[in-house]
Each structure stands twice: as C-alpha cells, then as structure tokens.
C-alpha cells in the first residue's frame, strides 16, 4: 500500500499550500484538518486569516501602521510583519506626496522589494 499525504490547499493558489504536486501519492483536500504534512498546517491556516487591505486601497497605509505596532495583518495574501511595515512606512512617510502615491499603489510585493532596496542603500552609504 503506497503511503499518501494530505495537503492544505491554498485559497489563492492552485495546489498544496506547501507547494507539492497532485502527483499520484499526494492528495490535495480544503479541509485543514486534514492535513498531515509538516509544512501545510500553517500555510492552511494562513490562508484562512481574511484580507485586511489589497493594493490600491485607500486604506493601505493605515492597515500598515497597524501591522508595525504589532497587530497581524494580511494585505494581499500575505501575512505583514511589524519590521516589513516600519520599513514601508519609512521609506513612505520620508517620500514627497506624489511619490506616496505612488508607493501607495504598487502591489505588496514591489512596495516591500522597494522599501528593503533603499534601506539596504542608505545603510550602505552611511557605513562608507
């Protein structure tokens, strides 16, 4: 008898939250109960926490102070932590208002490259 896992599927994404196949020796279930694989606990579960905001909501930047003092946020399908969103809100907050807007409406995961990016540099230049 050939063992077979169960995995948490993702709402977002086709598959198992863990990221392995529907090959023939896995099976993919939506119930998280279910779910046997180490990995997929946690990303089933994750996947369950309800959007707080999505890129272009006005209401972006304030649900990003909220995830830098502490409180668990999920913008886009992703779960933002409390240095993530100080690092965001710096980079945004030092930004003239038209380049806010700008940063306002890039999608969680160009927001967060860009914010690291100038971070990383203006550390790097203050070391020099």
Known sequence: MKATRTHGRSTRHPGAACGADDGPGTRVTDEPSLV?????????ET???PDD?????PHLMQ??????????RKIDGVVVDATTASA???VYD???PKT???IASLPLTLMVSL???ILNAERDGAAR
């Open 36 to 44: 046997t694989c180490p990995d997929c606990p946690d990303a089933a």
């Open 47 to 49: 996947e369950l926490i």
């Open 53 to 57: 905001a999505s890129t272009g909501d």
């Open 63 to 72: 649900t990003l102070r909220e995830a830098a003092a502490g409180h668990t």
């Open 88 to 90: 965001i809100l710096t």
């Open 94 to 96: 030092a930004a003239t």
């Open 100 to 102: 806010q807007a700008k």
């Open 115 to 117: 914010a690291w990016n």
